[in-house]
């Protein structure tokens, strides 16, 4: 019969292996929807980029929105502003269009009457977005990064989880 203290090393001890279990089965899984969505990313960033027509838009507004995030434990409590601009911008037939983009603005006094370059697709202009300049393959490799990242940090969740079973 196990007493208070051996119950109480026994459940840290168990809570301790599902939390190493879950981030590590957490991370695997990010890395591994990343890396199997990777060529359908792939293929719609070269499909938009290809009958992407550029234009200049203009911020015609901008909507502040703050982020939280830590809080717990030793990790303090952070604040963090977004800026989502609103994107006026004229296609080729002339018609004014709007969209949301939260990449326009830095702070939201450069923000207002600031022109932006807009990429758009003819088809669809209401899913403009703001041009980056950044090419499909860049960001597929980006992509590739992000999932390599969480699959080193699974295996690193994995190896402290082997290293404390032994």
């Known amino acids: 019969m196990m007493n208070r203290e051996q119950w109480r090393e026994f ?10 279990r879950g981030t590590g089965l957490l991370f695997a899984s990010v890395a591994g929807m990343l890396l199997i969505d990777l060529p359908s990313f792939y293929k719609s960033e070269v499909e938009f980029q290809s009958k992407a027509i550029a234009a200049t838009g203009t911020v015609i507004g901008v909507a502040e929105k703050k982020e939280y995030s830590g809080g717990g434990g030793i990790v303090p409590l ?4 977004k800026y989502i601009a609103t994107v006026e911008f004229q296609t080729n ?4 269009v709007e969209f949301t983009a939260s990449s326009a603005c830095s702070s939201q006094r450069d923000c207002e009457n600031k022109l932006v370059p807009v990429l758009y697709n003819p088809d669809f202009p209401s899913k403009a977005r703001v041009d980056s300049g950044a090419t499909p393959e860049g960001m597929a490799q980006g992509r590739l990064v992000l999932s390599t990242v969480f699959l080193v940090a699974d295996i690193a969740f994995l190896g402290m989880d082997l290293g404390n079973s032994g």
Do not use: D, E, M, P
């Open 11 to 20: 459940l840290g001890a168990c809570i301790g292996f599902l939390c190493l």
């Open 78 to 81: 952070t604040v963090t502003t």
């Open 93 to 96: 037939q002339r018609n004014l």
